[in-house]
T-cell receptor
Framework: KNQVEQSPQSLIILEGKNCTLQ??????????LRWYKQDTGRGPVSLTI?????NTKSNGRYTATLDADTKQSSLHITASQLSDSASYIC????????????FGPGTRLSVLP | SQTIHQWPATLVQPVGSPLSLECTVE??????LYWYRQAAGRGLQLLFY??????ISSEVPQNLSASRPQDRQFILSSKKLLLSDSGFYLC?????????????????FGPGTRLTVT
């Protein structure tokens, strides 16, 4: 069964600190993995997308890693800001036709001053 | 550039009333379209997806239905709402992207509709 798991479920950090969010997946066949940021009451916005051959990709203070062998990904946020408070969703796409995006439950990040 | 619209932004409906949520996409043609529901504090649940006009696939059996009367219009409906239908409804579209490597599909989300069934 295709599944995406994320940890922790929620996280509270102080402004300026770094944090790392985890994503494990059992999706097969694998096409790509993406991280979304979803502010409360808004639609998700893509942060990064990684294909099978990519190990690391950065987008400003966000750095995503992918280990296709262990089927794990992480999202590292550097020097957190209050505006980073949001849910971060890991999504894996399969190569199957039709419904091919498998969503994780998300990690709720709260950045406190 | 492409944009995706959803309306209404918020909706409060009594149990047993009908529902119609609309999603339209601009700036692209023949996109794959999706309806998701997100319960409070939960992940996104795929409800329906469509790969073309009149082609609808349902992922979760329920009292909701979807239609795609035009290429860039996707409608979510219900004849009689249940309390459990409350949630945040998101429409999304995807398109293949070629960026110097294998084609990958990027998915873009609308602003969402907050539905409260009372």
């Amino acid at each position: 069964k295709n599944q995406v798991e994320q940890s922790p479920q929620s996280l509270i950090i102080l402004e300026g600190k770094n944090c790392t969010l985890q994503c494990n997946y059992t999706v097969s066949p694998f096409s790509n993995l993406r991280w979304y940021k979803q502010d409360t009451g808004r639609g998700p916005v893509s942060l990064t997308i990684m294909t099978f051959s990519e190990n690391t990709k950065s987008n400003g203070r966000y750095t995503a890693t992918l280990d296709a062998d262990t089927k794990q990904s992480s999202l590292h946020i550097t020097a957190s800001q209050l505006s980073d408070s949001a849910s971060y969703i890991c999504v894996v796409r399969t190569r199957n036709y039709g419904q091919n995006f498998v969503f994780g439950p998300g990690t709720r990040l709260s950045v406190l001053p | 550039s492409q944009t995706i619209h959803q309306w209404p932004a918020t909706l409060v409906q009594p149990v047993g009333s009908p529902l119609s949520l609309e999603c339209t996409v601009e700036g692209t043609s023949n996109p794959n379209l999706y309806w998701y529901r997100q319960a409070a504090g939960r992940g996104l649940q795929l409800l329906f997806y469509s790969v073309g006009i009149g082609q609808i696939s349902s992922e979760v059996p329920q009292n909701l239905s979807a239609s795609r009367p035009q290429d860039r219009q996707f409608i979510l409906s219900s004849k009689k709402l249940l309390l459990s239908d409350s949630g945040f409804y998101l429409c999304a579209w995807s398109v293949g992207v070629l960026a110097g490597g294998p084609v990958y599909y990027e998915q873009y989300f609308g602003p969402g509709t907050r539905l409260t069934v009372t």
